[in-house]
């Protein structure tokens, strides 16, 4: 028995090329449809070259791509949302620690350009509340 090979040949590279076009593509919204439909039909082919025709095997190898492909999708829809929350937390964490270094150099700074006078003043003889207070020397600080 002889086997043609270009007859196997050709079905199996636009399957190959049908099945790659998915990950190629750069449109996210069109990516999960065309993959589903790829792999769909992928395994439909596949089911019925096996069972040589039998319309519930090739039904199935369809149905069995189109779930392949949404576990490949469930697998990377995780992955990217376990991503996003992790440089999320990170994001939070680094912009909290940035605000606490920011306070504590600002803090350093207005100690470090802190200047003072000292001046000595007095308080001349007054009354106050009924009462005669007599002359008092003070010290006041001024920060400049």
């Given at each position: 028995m002889h086997i043609d090979y270009s007859m196997i040949m050709r079905p199996i590279t636009s399957l190959i090329t049908v099945a790659v076009l998915p990950f190629l593509s750069g449109c996210g919204s069109l990516q999960r449809p065309v993959t589903d439909a790829?792999?769909?039909?992928?395994?439909?082919?596949?089911?019925?070259?096996?069972?040589?025709?039998?319309?519930?095997a090739t039904a199935g190898g369809a149905a069995g791509g189109v779930l392949l492909g949404e576990g490949f999708q469930a697998l990377k829809s995780q992955s990217q949302k376990n991503a996003y929350r992790q440089g999320y937390t990170l994001g939070r964490s680094?912009?909290?620690?940035?605000?606490?270094?920011?306070?504590?150099?600002?803090?350093?700074?207005?100690?470090?350009?802190?200047s003072y006078r000292l001046y000595e003043i007095t308080i001349p003889e007054h009354w106050e509340d009924g009462v005669l207070l007599?002359?008092?020397k003070r010290v006041l600080r001024i920060n400049e």
């Open positions: 790829a792999l769909g039909a992928g395994g439909a082919y596949l089911g019925n070259t096996l069972s040589q025709g039998n319309p519930l680094d912009g909290v620690k940035q605000l606490y270094w920011n306070l504590q150099n600002q803090q350093r700074e207005r100690a470090a350009a802190e007599k002359p008092s």
